[in-house]
């Protein structure tokens, strides 16, 4: 930093400073009207999930006249108790993080670590699958689906996304990296194959087991269109379906606006709680997939 | 390639260990035992039905009785269908129209907040991602709240009556705002990184050299920044093509889809789906999958060419 200021001896250091306070400001400016920009929304849903339904109707811009949890309140109480179909969403959100990572996990672990027949063939054969979009099977899954009698239940919303080529791809690189010989030495001491894996290799990528964790938890809970296609009962229903179709329970058409914010406030919670408390670890998640060393 | 550092757990090195002629079937199975679940997994739920799929979509199939081959009549009914044609429009317009906003806000907001004047990185960085955490459905729902005719926000402030949400040309527009909002915090984080990832020393020689910071913008910066590109440009587009969920939360009322005039290519899948012509549905699928594929080609040789251009 030093460095850059005494590259510039033409300038005198006064207006060099005053000249660098002027770009300071004006960077910092640009960011915070970004900020502004990026939070804007999430403060008007903020808000209007603390106004009544008919409040944000009046008054959709302003701070609430009167601050109340009554939206709070009618998602618990009416539209069927929306906490069950928060409890979908967790369920099936979580379930298919924990298979998932498991599945995954192992199946890197053979791959980085195991020499066996066949293995780059059908390490190769997945790779080349990923460019096709999952939405392909939607309809023969649908089918199959609803021959085992599975529409509307919590498997059908869990198994199709129980098989992560993506998550194996990112373990597989991180693995390579871990030393043969943490396992080999596991190997002496007698530790059979599933005790490699589960003392030695798991804990020792936990780093990059909990970065796909986070993302394809995020993936699941954000998930619209398979939901939207097998599961059309509200019992069984995850959150982020029925959000948007809340209407007044006694005169129907009318969207309940403070209801439905309150519920986006908690629908966003659990996923704001965890990137509140692991940042950087959230953002390197992001990261991980993308920029190669 | 890697297989100097794999550890042998294989049959020869199971025979020359123990020292004996006896294979121990357990080293040999193990990692068969590990990859099966997931390979199980993807054959039953991937590939079973994508080759399921493939199949269909040479078919008309009601989802009862029986299957009629028809050759390639779901294809050509579909590319025949003007809906199908608006609908690409639509998520060619979506893609392209927030591209380049999305992308070029988030290479600059990643090289200020990498710039030495910008103080409190650590507070700006999980700040900026922040709207990226929010539940997509959430964040359409509030950009339906703030854009309503009679109730929304911007209008109430404003003190006008604008349809952002029932003129489709509007609504288009509307589309690419949230997709731009919702998107630039997660490309800025991935830019810093490819950003923090160049040597600072080859940045410091040019200015040494006394490069302009254009010029190490120019010549040094983007350059390095290659790869990195390509890989937001190629992922950006493929999830454009497969965009789903703004656009029916946003304007499709009553969990029904949004109006043919904004609505994209996935729509036509599900509106397919939803009327048990199943075999049109898996054709729409794999011409998105086409689509996807050339939009990806198409860009790999993009930066190829460009590449060549700058060496």
């Known amino acids: ?293 | 390639m890697d297989t100097n550092d794999a550890l042998e757990l294989s049959a020869q090195r199971a025979i020359s260990a123990a020292g004996k002629r006896k294979i121990r079937w357990g080293d040999v199975l193990a990692p068969y035992l590990f990859i099966s679940p997931f390979i199980l997994a993807w054959l039953t739920l991937f590939i079973g039905p994508a080759i399921y799929s493939l199949v269909l979509s040479f078919f008309r199939y009601k989802g009862y009785g029986t299957a009629t081959y028809i050759g390639i009549q779901n294809y050509q009914s579909i590319l025949t269908y003007h809906v199908f044609w608006t609908m690409l429009r639509n998520t060619i317009f979506y893609w392209l129209a927030h591209v380049i906003p999305l992308m070029t806000f988030a290479f600059l907001l990643a090289v200020l907040v990498r710039s030495k004047l910008v103080r409190w990185k650590s507070f700006f960085k999980p700040v900026i991602f922040l709207p990226n955490v929010i539940a997509v459905v959430a964040s359409a729902l509030v950009f339906q709240s703030l854009f309503g005719t009679q109730y929304g926000v911007l209008n109430s402030l404003i003190g006008a009556q604008i349809p952002w949400l029932q003129d489709p040309k509007l609504t288009r527009y509307v589309v690419v705002l949230l997709l731009v909002w919702r998107g630039v915090g997660w490309w800025f984080v991935i830019f810093l990184a490819g950003l923090t990832a160049i040597n600072t020393e080859v940045e410091e020689a040019a200015l040494v050299d006394g490069a302009s910071a254009w010029q190490q913008m120019r010549h040094i910066t983007l350059p390095l920044m290659r790869n990195t590109f390509l890989f937001a440009f190629v992922i950006d587009a493929i999830s454009s093509f497969r965009l789903f969920t703004e656009v029916n939360v946003l304007v499709g009322t009553g969990g029904g889809l949004a109006p043919v005039a904004v609505a994209p290519i996935l729509n036509l899948l599900l509106s397919n789906l939803r009327g048990a012509q199943f075999g049109m549905s898996a054709a729409v699928g794999w011409i998105l999958f086409v689509l996807v594929v050339a939009v990806t080609y198409i860009q790999f040789r993009l930066f190829q060419e460009n590449a060549e251009g700058v060496e």
Not at chain 1, 63 to 90: C, D, K, M, Q
Not at chain 1, 195 to 210: D, E, T, V
């Open chain 1, 1 to 293: 930093m030093a460095g850059s200021a005494s590259a510039t001896p033409t300038r005198s250091s006064a207006s060099y400073r005053r000249g660098r306070s002027i770009q300071v400001a004006l960077a910092h400016s640009i960011l915070l009207i970004v900020v502004a920009i990026s939070f804007y929304p999430l403060i008007v849903m903020a808000l209007n999930s603390f106004k009544t339904d008919s409040e944000v109707l009046r008054n959709p811009a302003g701070l609430p006249e009167v601050w109340t949890l009554a939206s709070y309140r009618a998602i618990f109480e009416y539209h069927g108790g929306l906490w069950r179909n928060f409890i979908n969403s967790v369920i099936v959100a979580s379930t298919s993080t924990l298979v998932s990572v498991w599945f995954a996990s192992m199946a890197a672990f053979a791959f980085a670590k195991y020499q066996f027949r066949g293995r780059n063939l059908i390490f190769a054969l997945l790779l080349a699958m990923m460019m096709v979009p999952f939405e392909i099977t939607v309809p023969p899954l649908y089918i199959m689906f609803a021959r085992l009698g599975w529409l509307n239940t919590y498997q059908a919303l869990i198994v199709p996304s129980l098989a992560s080529v993506f998550g194996l791809f990112l373990m597989r690189q991180y693995m390579l990296g871990v030393p043969s010989a943490l396992l080999e030495a596991a190997r002496i001491d007698g530790a059979n194959h599933w005790q490699l894996y589960w003392r030695i290799m798991a804990p020792a990528s936990a780093p990059i087991l909990g970065a796909f964790a986070i993302l394809h938890f995020m993936g699941v809970w954000n998930d619209y269109l398979w939901p939207l296609v097998v599961a059309t009962e509200r019992s069984i229903q995850p959150i982020m379906v029925v959000l948007p179709n809340l209407r007044d329970p006694h005169i129907g058409f009318l969207p309940v606006w403070g209801t439905i914010m309150a519920g986006s406030v908690l629908a966003t919670l659990p996923i704001v709680t965890v990137f509140v408390a692991f940042q950087d670890k959230f953002m390197s998640s992001v990261v991980i997939g993308a920029v190669k060393e």
